[in-house]
């Protein structure tokens, strides 16, 4: 069987949470729909993964007036244990985010 490379490949190295995570770090009063244009998802997306992320203690969310303010929890362990660190070590290692 042969398999032709597509000109844009299938798959990410980072999931969508992690996409997500990443942008309300660098964002923290990102819309949602903002936020879904560039990572490349579904405004509806967004919000479900936002809403588990809250639900796990990754993020917090603050209604100030009528936009919304997201604070990462960067002392927020992995969620599976054979990986070591914290979601602040994973955003200083990828960089650009305070």
């Given amino acids: 069987m042969n398999i032709e490379p597509s000109s844009e490949p299938q798959w990410t ?3 969508n949470h ?4 990443l942008g309300l770090a660098r964002e923290p009063d990102i819309r949602q729909v903002e936020l879904a244009a560039t990572i490349g998802v579904r405004e509806r997306t967004v919000n479900r993964i936002i ?3 809250e639900a796990a203690g990754y993020i917090t ?3 100030q007036g009528r936009t919304l303010r997201y604070t990462v929890n960067r002392e927020a362990p992995f969620r599976r244990q054979r990986i ?5 070590d994973l955003l ?3 960089g650009d985010v305070e």
Wanted: aromatic residues 0%; hydrophobic residues 45%; charged residues 25%.
């Fill in 13 to 15: 190295l980072l999931t």
């Fill in 18 to 21: 992690a996409h997500v995570l």
């Fill in 51 to 53: 809403t588990e992320l």
């Fill in 61 to 63: 969310r603050e209604r």
């Fill in 84 to 88: 070591n660190g914290t979601v602040g």
């Fill in 92 to 94: 200083r290692l990828i």
